[in-house]
């Protein structure tokens, strides 16, 4: 049982390219969602998906896209990276609703130069 | 939009000592979130609150939620090396989604 995983751990980027984030969890949950962490910002939702299906912007979703390509996976894609964008992205997973613990992913260092 | 608020950013004791964290919300919460993130790691879920006035304890670490259910602590007392890490409330409004506060960073001279 793996739980959340995330692909790749580390990745640099020039401005301007393009990249997915990819993201997958094994633990049949129906929520998934994409954050980013920045020193002293804590973390901050870019999108979630309540369900198969469906997507919704969070608290700072420009720059960004996502796909929810099955229950299993939430992809993230920067088509045009930029530098405000170097982070790190953590994926995680939970039941329906914000009554449940959302289980993290071991998060994506992106660098953009 | 609904804001969560975390104090200190960054806290600093000898082993041995107690440390709080204190998170404020800027609008009433339906629950509350903690979750703590060792060094180059990934948060991980502590524990959650759901009623006003509630306390929870798991061994070290008492978790209060307000009576206004717009404010919440975690204490820990005699804190040890293994507790070095940031942790993180998180609240929750009714909707699908949490809204994290800024974390506070613990860290510990043993």
């Known amino acids: 049982n793996a739980g959340v995983t995330q692909t790749p751990k580390f990745q640099v980027l020039k401005t301007g390219q393009s990249m997915t984030l990819q993201c997958a969890q094994d633990m049949n949950h129906n929520s998934m969602y994409w954050y980013r962490q920045d020193p002293g910002m804590g973390l901050r939702l870019i999108y979630y998906?309540?369900?198969?299906?469906?997507?919704d912007k969070g608290e700072v979703p420009n720059g960004y896209n996502v796909s929810r390509l099955n229950k299993r996976e939430f992809s993230l894609r920067l088509e045009s990276a930029a530098p405000s964008q170097t982070s790190v992205y953590f994926c995680a997973s939970s039941e329906v609703g914000q009554d449940y613990e959302q289980y993290f992913g071991p998060g994506t260092r992106l660098t953009v130069t | 939009g609904q804001q969560v608020m975390q104090i200190p950013q960054y806290q600093h004791v000898q082993e041995g000592e107690d440390f709080t964290t204190y998170c404020n919300s800027s609008t009433t919460l339906s629950n509350i979130q903690w979750y703590k993130q060792r060094p180059g790691g990934h948060p991980v879920f502590l524990i959650q609150l759901v009623k006003s006035g509630e306390v929870k304890k798991q061994k070290r670490l008492t978790f209060q939620f307000g009576e206004a259910k717009k404010n919440s602590s975690l204490h820990i007392t005699a804190t040890q090396t293994t507790d070095v890490g940031t942790y993180f409330c998180a609240g929750g409004q009714g909707a699908q989604k949490l809204v994290f506060g800024q974390g506070t960073r613990l860290t510990i001279n043993p």
């Open positions: 998906s309540a369900s198969e299906g469906t997507t």
